[in-house]
C-alpha cells in the first residue's frame, strides 16, 4: 500500500498527553472513515469485564465518523479472534487531509460479542471534571453520548452497519486486493 494510504490521527487526553497513531486507511466516505491500526503493542493485555479484549500483536478496525461524538474500534486478539466492539467517547475529529485530531473524554463503551453494554472508565471521566480538564458543555455533551450509545446497544441499534459489516477479514483482503489502486480500498471513494 502506498504511503499516502496513511493518516496520523492525534489523539489528545487532557490534561496534556497526546499520542499519535498511524493507521493505514481502507475506506475513505463522508460518513465514515475506516484504518486499520495494525499489531498493537501492550505493555500488559488489555482486559474488561475480565476477558482480554486487546493484547500485543492485535490488529484494531477502527470507525470514526466525521462530526462524531466517538469513534468505533473492532477489537481482536493478536490470532485475529473478534472480542468485541469498543467506543471512545471524544470530540469530533478534525480532519484536515491525512492528519486528524481530537480529544478523548474518557467515557467508553464496551460491547462484547455475546453481552450487553457496559459503561467504562466513569472513575477517570469524574476526575477529569473535578480538575477542570473538560469544560461544563463538553461533559454534558460525553454524558449523552455515552448513554445514546448504551441505550442503542442495549436496544441492538449499535453498532451501526458499516461497523459489523467491514470486519478484520474484509479490512485484509481489500488491502491485500485492493479493486482500484488509485484510492484506498477501491471503488467510488471522496
Same mark, same amino acid.
Given at each position: *500500500?502506498?504511503?499516502?494510504?496513511?493518516?496520523?490521527? !492525534?489523539?489528545?487526553?487532557?490534561?496534556? /498527553?497526546? #499520542? %499519535?497513531? !498511524? #493507521? /493505514? $486507511? +481502507?475506506?475513505?466516505?463522508?460518513? &465514515?472513515? +475506516?484504518?486499520?491500526?495494525?499489531? *498493537?503493542?501492550?505493555?500488559?493485555?488489555?482486559? %474488561?469485564?475480565?476477558? &482480554?479484549? *486487546?493484547?500485543?500483536?492485535?490488529?484494531?478496525?477502527?470507525?470514526?465518523?466525521?462530526?462524531?461524538? !466517538?469513534? %468505533?474500534?473492532?477489537?481482536?486478539?493478536?490470532?485475529?479472534?473478534?472480542?468485541?466492539?469498543? =467506543?471512545?467517547? $471524544?470530540?469530533?475529529?478534525?480532519?484536515?487531509?491525512?492528519?486528524? !485530531?481530537?480529544?478523548?473524554?474518557?467515557?467508553?463503551?464496551? $460491547?462484547?460479542?455475546?453481552?450487553?453494554?457496559?459503561?467504562?472508565?466513569?472513575?477517570?471521566?469524574?476526575?477529569? %471534571?473535578?480538575?477542570?480538564?473538560?469544560? #461544563?458543555?463538553?461533559?454534558?455533551?460525553?454524558?449523552?453520548?455515552?448513554?445514546?450509545? *448504551?441505550? #442503542?446497544?442495549? =436496544?441492538?441499534?449499535?453498532?451501526?452497519?458499516? =461497523?459489523?459489516?467491514?470486519?478484520?477479514?474484509? +479490512?485484509?483482503?481489500?488491502?491485500?486486493?485492493?479493486?482500484?489502486? /488509485?484510492?484506498?480500498?477501491?471503488?467510488?471513494?471522496?
Amino acid at each position: *500500500m502506498r504511503e499516502d494510504h496513511r493518516v496520523d490521527i !492525534h489523539y489528545r487526553r487532557p490534561p496534556d /498527553r497526546v #499520542q %499519535i497513531f !498511524h #493507521q /493505514r $486507511l +481502507v475506506l475513505d466516505r463522508n460518513d &465514515v472513515k +475506516v484504518t486499520l491500526a495494525e499489531s *498493537m503493542e501492550a505493555s500488559a493485555p488489555m482486559r %474488561i469485564e475480565g476477558r &482480554v479484549a *486487546m493484547e500485543t500483536g492485535s490488529d484494531l478496525v477502527w470507525f470514526t465518523f466525521p462530526g462524531s461524538w !466517538h469513534d %468505533i474500534g473492532r477489537f481482536h486478539l493478536a490470532d485475529g479472534t473478534f472480542t468485541g466492539y469498543y =467506543a471512545n467517547v $471524544l470530540t469530533p475529529p478534525v480532519i484536515d487531509g491525512r492528519t486528524w !485530531h481530537t480529544t478523548d473524554l474518557y467515557l467508553d463503551v464496551w $460491547l462484547p460479542p455475546d453481552g450487553t453494554p457496559v459503561l467504562l472508565d466513569e472513575d477517570e471521566f469524574d476526575l477529569a %471534571i473535578g480538575k477542570e480538564w473538560i469544560d #461544563q458543555e463538553t461533559t454534558r455533551r460525553a454524558r449523552e453520548e455515552a448513554e445514546l450509545i *448504551m441505550e #442503542q446497544a442495549r =436496544a441492538g441499534a449499535w453498532p451501526p452497519p458499516v =461497523a459489523r459489516e467491514w470486519t478484520l477479514e474484509r +479490512v485484509r483482503k481489500e488491502l491485500d486486493d485492493p479493486s482500484d489502486s /488509485r484510492s484506498p480500498g477501491g471503488g467510488t471513494r471522496v
